[in-house]
């Protein structure tokens, strides 16, 4: 296992739209053992394989919340070649983040439950309702495998000020 650079905006990639999994092989089956050390380590509760420069269409997530004892019991998913089959005309608003865009949070308003089918690394394949956190998280993570960021739901003003500000930065430290 390793920790794997997360790429940051303004990088190109994250514009990629990622090709689906063919098959479970032991090549993804590391992929996603990288992508579960990453992103406990950074910390996050989501992670896309392209976030770390591998434009395939899997995501791991981690939603487990902290007991009375401020301990948490890990709850590791896999979302191999998630599809979203139904959404919600319901909508809520939630503080998102993301790794790839790091320090910066902004209210993103979507659907409040998705009816979601996805393969987990045993093959089978899933259909399942989600809401709350789990529905905001799915959604966040299935466009960037399509390659869009929440930023693009801002405003453009909102938008134009994140993307300057992350693309001086990257100058400053010549990418
Ligand atoms: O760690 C993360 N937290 C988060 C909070 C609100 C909405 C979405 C997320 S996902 C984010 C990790 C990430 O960037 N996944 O792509
Ligand atoms: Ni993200």
Redesign the pocket.
């Known amino acids: 296992m390793a920790i794997r650079e997360?790429i940051i905006l303004p990088d190109k990639q994250l514009r990629l739209v990622s090709k689906p999994v063919e098959k479970v092989t032991p090549e993804i089956r590391r992929l996603a053992d990288d992508m579960f050390e990453t992103?406990y380590a950074?910390?996050?509760?989501?992670?896309?394989a392209i976030?770390i420069a591998e434009p395939l269409r899997l995501?791991t997530m981690d939603l487990a919340k902290r007991d009375e004892n401020g301990e948490t019991t890990p709850q590791p998913r896999v979302f191999i070649n998630p599809e979203i089959l139904a959404r919600s005309e319901e909508m809520s608003v939630?503080?998102?983040?993301?790794?790839?865009?790091p320090e910066y949070?902004e209210e993103?308003e979507r659907p409040a439950k998705v009816r979601v089918r996805y393969t987990d690394l045993d093959g089978k394949v899933h259909e399942e309702d989600a809401e709350g956190?789990y529905a905001?998280?799915i959604q966040?993570?299935i466009?960037?495998l399509n390659g869009v960021l929440?930023v693009d739901y801002l405003s453009k003003l909102k938008r134009d000020r994140v993307l300057k500000k992350f693309t001086k930065a990257a100058k400053r430290t010549g990418e």
């Open positions: 997360i992103m950074a910390p996050g509760i989501g992670l896309a976030q995501i939630y503080e998102e983040g993301c790794l790839s865009i949070y993103v956190l905001t998280c966040h993570e466009d960037h929440f």
